[in-house]
């Protein structure tokens, strides 16, 4: 029999992330399992961009915060799979049996769905040729805004992410464009505002018809655009292609028959604040799970966890307390405090 983990968590974004803390906190048997290579859920597409609303946190960087969530979640040694897709989950007696895409099976006394909006991929450009451009000048993402100095941009997309991200590039680049297929951009007023400010170009109507290659064949060096009200077309030189158009989204769970969760848009899961499912032993934090005053933001994943580990903390034991002792008066961190606390001593006596 494989070792039998108190709760396996599905997902490694920030809800999984802490609650992988959390738990060890609350001394379970703790595996993670996360379908990406990396860890980190959605903020990974942002690495660039400075996160505000964490409390008592000041302003970090996306892929900074990651980091830090992932030396957390670390803290008490749990489990971590990566690259690795939980296809199936089913019940038997008191266990839960994980079926991955690699044919594996896990084995847990309970589950924790931590699958955010599933596994999202972007909606790629649906011109000929256009997945070899993806290694040179074509993001579906901004992994790094030093690439796009003194650069001539063209952003396709209206959305919320296409015009961040053309005001955050706009102050460094040459130029930055926006192209969008319909009348109005989707973005919020005041993105859109801003970005006029900023001086992006936005031109609405209008679509990428056409890549043209540079003479090496490895890089895009003209964009053709066409606008639909007036079926003219244009074709200028370009440095740099950004695809926002959206993200594909893929379940990344399916359950047996026996397990009937309550769902709702046909995708997150009804429960309670306190991360409960319906079905017992299966519990939810972050953007997957949905309850009456629900707080869709870092800090309302964060307390999800906490709350939904509480849950399996007093599900697996009903005598323990129901919630963890704070950091400052629990005995598991008095040796980490301890040896930070030397650390920081002998750092400032140099």
């Known amino acids: 029999m494989q070792n039998i983990y108190d709760v396996t968590i599905i997902g490694g974004g920030p809800a999984g992330l802490y609650s992988a803390f959390y738990s060890g906190l609350r001394g379970l048997k703790t595996k993670l399992i996360e379908s990406q290579q990396e860890l980190g859920g959605k903020v990974l597409l942002y690495p660039e961009k400075l996160i505000w609303d964490v409390g008592g946190h000041p302003p970090v960087l996306g892929g900074?915060?990651?980091?830090?969530?992932?030396?957390?979640?670390?803290?008490?040694?749990?489990?971590?799979?990566?690259?690795?897709?939980?296809?199936?989950?089913?019940?038997?007696?008191?266990?839960?049996?994980?079926?991955?895409s690699k044919g594996e099976q896990h084995h847990s006394k309970t589950i924790l769905l931590a699958i955010g909006g599933g596994i999202i991929s972007p909606q790629k450009l649906t011109l000929e040729g256009a997945e070899k451009y993806e290694m040179t000048n074509l993001h579906y993402t901004v992994q790094s805004y030093q690439r796009f100095v003194d650069k001539e941009i063209i952003i396709s997309g209206g959305g919320n992410a296409a015009i961040d991200w053309a005001v955050e590039l706009s102050p460094i680049a040459k130029n930055v464009t926006v192209v969008y297929r319909s009348e109005q951009l989707s973005a919020h007023e005041?993105?859109?505002?801003?970005?006029?400010?900023?001086?992006?170009?936005?031109?609405?109507?209008?679509?990428?018809?056409?890549l043209t290659a540079?003479?090496?064949?490895?890089?895009?060096?003209?964009?053709?655009?066409?606008?639909?009200?007036?079926?003219?077309?244009?074709?200028?030189?370009?440095?740099?292609?950004?695809?926002?158009h959206g993200y594909n989204r893929e379940s990344s769970v399916e359950f047996d028959e026996a397990i009937a969760l309550s769902k709702k848009d046909d995708y997150y899961f009804e429960g309670k604040a306190t991360g409960e499912t319906v079905h017992p032993g299966i519990f939810a934090a972050g953007d997957i799970l949905t309850f009456e005053g629900k707080v869709n933001l870092l800090i309302g994943t964060f307390?999800?966890?906490?709350?939904?580990?509480?849950s399996i903390k007093t599900y697996l034991e009903p005598s323990a307390y129901r919630y963890g002792m704070v950091s400052s008066h629990n005995d598991l961190f008095k040796e980490k405090n301890r040896s930070i606390i030397e650390k920081q001593l002998v750092k400032a006596s140099k």
């Not at 606008?227 to 440095?239: L, M």
């Open 190 to 210: 005041a993105t859109i505002e801003e970005a006029i400010k900023a001086g992006v170009q936005i031109e609405c109507n209008t679509t990428i018809t056409k």
């Open 64 to 100: 900074q915060f990651v980091k830090q969530l992932i030396e957390q979640a670390k803290t008490f040694e749990p489990t971590i799979l990566t690259n690795t897709k939980v296809d199936f989950i089913e019940r038997h007696d008191d266990l839960f049996i994980i079926r991955t």
């Open 303 to 310: 307390q999800d966890a906490a709350n939904a580990v509480n």
């Open 214 to 244: 540079n003479t090496e064949k490895t890089a895009i060096q003209f964009v053709t655009c066409e606008n639909s009200q007036t079926q003219q077309s244009y074709t200028r030189q370009i440095d740099e292609v950004i695809v926002s």
